[in-house]
Each structure stands twice: as structure tokens, then as C-alpha cells.
């Protein structure tokens, strides 16, 4: 569900009342991607809410967020530092594969930079806010000890961050987002299943990702 509106309900939409996105105002722009954002947020909720209804109440690590214990900022800061480590040898890995050629989000990113500062806020608050929010809760949050209760820790997190990978439709980021996303099960898993550790080093993470692109665009 949230993917068929994201990816394809609302655009379909637009399409079906002859709106051009490439066409739009750059306010409108960075609100859409907000609202995407959201509209694919609160799908997940609400079926992951309705899905583990009748298994309430919920045994183990399961959704946990402990934003007063301070570990979980050293783990975060922590994660942020292993996870540029990793992804940096995922990519050198990634180019001797023969996957060269810019990321896949990175032109789209850029223009959206470019085009002033309210949609850079949008993008901002979209990308190191919603995004790592909705995503450490479902990937982290429920997919993670989802698995665990059928396989090992160290195979749990090896998948999970595959599947992590596959989600984000990018051949071109398979091996480096499979790095992110085991990197990010590692620390929640070390933080004992604390989701603030992991959603803040992935905002971290997406805010070097945007500062990144924005200075290679002369932002």
C-alpha cells in the first residue's frame, strides 16, 4: 500500500489530470515530497497496526524507543561512524563490480536542491526526519525481530539489510545500501533493540548524504 502510493497512486493521479511534476513551481515540488513521504508513512502504520492487532500485547524488542537513555546517542554516533566506513568499502566493492556511474538518487536530489530554500527544507525535513522515522520502524522496528524469531542474530541482519537494499529499487546502491542497512540492524541490535539509536544514525547518514550532493552542486 505504501508503495503503490508513493510510486505509483499519486502519480498515476497526476498523470490521469495532466500534471507535468517537472513542470511544477519548486514550493510545490518540495511539498510533494513531503506529502509522499507522509501518505506512504501513515499507510505503514496503519497496516503494520492492524496487522499485530490480535498478537497484542507484543513479546521482546519490539518497537522500543528509549530517546532519554544516553548509550543510545554513543551507539548512534558510533553507527555513523562504522556505516561511512562500510558503505565507503561497499562502494569500492561495488565499482570493481562494474556498477560505476553516479548513485541513482543523487541528479534527482541535486535538482531539488537547486531549486531554492524552501524545498531544500522540504527535502531536509523529508529525507533526516520522515524518512528515517518511517523506515527504522517498519526495517528495524518490525522486519528485524520479525527474523530473528526464525533465524540467527548475525543471519537476521545480513538479510534484513538486503531486503532493506532491494526495497530502495536500485541495482546501481544494492551493495552499499546492503552495508547501511546491516550496519543498521548491528547497532540496533547492540543497543538492544532501542530504535532511537538506529533513526538517529540513519538522519545522520541521510544529512551527509544531502550536504554530500548540495556541495558537489555548488548549493
Not at 98 to 109: D, F, M, T
Not at 117 to 127: I, N, P
Not at 139 to 144: K, V
Amino acid at each position: 500500500l505504501a508503495v503503490f502510493l508513493g510510486f505509483l497512486g499519486v502519480p498515476l493521479i497526476a498523470e490521469l489530470r495532466g500534471v507535468n511534476a517537472s513542470q511544477l513551481p519548486a514550493e510545490t515540488k518540495g511539498g510533494l515530497v513531503l506529502v509522499l513521504q507522509s501518505l506512504e508513512g501513515a499507510a505503514l502504520v496503519t497496516l503494520l497496526r492492524s496487522s499485530l492487532t490480535k498478537f497484542q500485547p507484543l513479546q521482546g524488542p519490539w518497537f522500543k524507543y528509549d530517546w532519554k537513555d544516553p548509550s543510545a546517542y554513543l551507539w548512534a554516533l558510533a553507527g555513523v561512524a562504522f556505516a561511512v566506513f562500510s558503505v565507503e568499502l561497499a562502494t569500492l566493492l561495488n565499482e570493481n563490480l562494474g556498477n560505476l556511474g553516479e548513485a541513482s538518487a543523487a541528479p534527482p536530489v541535486r535538482g531539488l536542491l537547486q531549486d531554492g530554500f524552501f524545498t531544500t527544507m522540504m527535502l531536509g525535513t523529508t529525507s533526516c526526519v520522515v524518512t528515517p522515522a518511517l523506515e527504522e520502524l517498519f526495517w528495524r522496528g518490525f522486519f528485524l525481530p520479525s527474523l530473528t524469531r526464525s533465524l540467527s542474530t548475525p543471519k537476521a541482519v545480513c538479510m534484513s539489510g538486503f531486503v532493506f537494499a532491494l526495497a530502495h529499487f536500485s541495482p546501481h546502491d544494492l551493495v552499499p545500501l546492503t552495508a547501511l542497512g546491516c550496519t543498521l540492524g548491528t547497532i540496533t541490535i547492540l543497543s538492544r533493540g532501542n530504535l532511537a539509536t538506529s533513526t538517529l544514525t540513519h538522519a545522520i547518514w541521510n544529512l551527509i548524504i544531502l550536504v554530500s550532493i548540495g556541495s558537489t552542486s555548488g548549493f
